[in-house]
């Protein structure tokens, strides 16, 4: 994932903009998530709502989360 950039619509050095990415197996009826890797985080966003909140997540939370999707805890 990429690291932070300083955004080209900022009119201060006080910006900073990420890549976020959407899963290639997305489903496509608006249920993603997209991440963004950051120095030291990985920022989570909801594809329906990308100026809403954010989730930043250190390295063992990332883990944790992706380890508990693979077991298939966030399946409804």
């Given at each position: 994932m990429s690291g932070w950039r300083r955004?080209?619509?900022c009119e201060?050095?006080?910006c900073?903009?990420?890549t976020w990415?959407?899963?290639?197996?997305?489903a496509g009826n608006g249920a993603c998530v997209e991440v963004a890797g950051t120095?030291?985080?990985?920022?989570?966003?909801?594809s329906k709502d990308p100026d809403g909140p954010r989730?930043?997540?250190g390295?063992?939370?990332w883990s944790a989360f992706l380890a508990g999707v693979k077991d298939?805890?966030?399946d409804s």
């Open positions: 955004s080209s619509t201060s050095n006080a900073v903009e990420v990415r959407k899963a290639s197996r997305s120095q030291g985080a990985v920022l989570v966003r909801d989730l930043a997540l390295a063992a939370q298939g805890q966030f």
